[in-house]
């Protein structure tokens, strides 16, 4: 799949899920609870123990996701997760050597940043969008702002995205979103609480067309 083709479904979808699975047959049925509320791209992080290993093993079994590797802090870590399949690459701070590796694969790749300077800086290294996180501190309110003198630059805000705001992002002028516990809830994932999981997926989907 190329860039291209990977940055438009991800604009399309608007919601990226953040996971922290405990194994790989967790992560593959969460992934198809998602994708039954219509989202389908997918960041597993680094956090999780053994996560190059489980995204492996999750695409070579759901060719169709969307798997990214997000909490990329280097750039042996990001060519070990687009040599393991991930479509895309998501790093908490600014990492400019995991920008650079990842324009050189021709692979996605959401820079972290938070205050203008450092997400113009993602911008111009070569990020295809800013993550900003945590989004939580000021809100879609903040995105709007920062957009005004930097329209070119694409955002991504990730912490305190919920079913009930996502469409506030979206109109503020992100590109889309990303959120983890307020759609993939702990409890839910270690009690294979699968219903949930779409219901909350729906959720998100549906706020998120309607922000069009």
């Not at 070990?80 to 050189?104: E, M, N, Q, Y």
Request: glycine share 8%.
């Amino acid at each position: 799949m190329k860039k291209e083709a990977i940055l438009s479904k991800i604009r399309a979808e608007k919601v990226i899920a953040l996971i922290r699975a405990n194994s790989p047959d967790g992560l593959l049925d969460c992934a198809k609870a998602l994708a039954a509320g219509g989202l389908t791209s997918i960041e597993l992080t680094m956090t999780t123990p053994g996560a190059i290993r489980m995204l492996e093993k999750a695409v070579a079994e759901l060719p169709d996701f969307m798997f990214g590797l997000g909490t990329v802090l280097d750039a042996e870590t990001a060519r070990a997760g687009i040599l393991s399949g991930a479509k895309f690459i998501v790093t908490p701070a600014l990492r400019p050597d995991v920008i650079t590796l990842c324009k050189r694969y021709g692979v996605p790749v959401f820079s972290g940043a938070f205050t203008p300077t450092e997400i113009l800086a993602a911008w111009e290294a070569g990020a295809d969008a800013a993550k900003i996180f945590p989004a939580e501190f000021f809100g879609p309110g903040y995105i709007k702002s920062v957009k005004a003198p930097l329209p070119q630059v694409e955002m991504v805000p990730t912490g305190g995205v919920n079913e009930h705001n996502v469409g506030e992002f979206l109109k503020a002028g992100a590109f889309a979103t990303a959120a983890g516990s307020s759609l993939v809830d702990a409890k839910a994932l270690k009690d294979k609480n699968w219903e949930a999981i779409t219901a909350k997926a729906k959720a998100f989907a549906a706020a998120a067309a309607a922000a069009k």
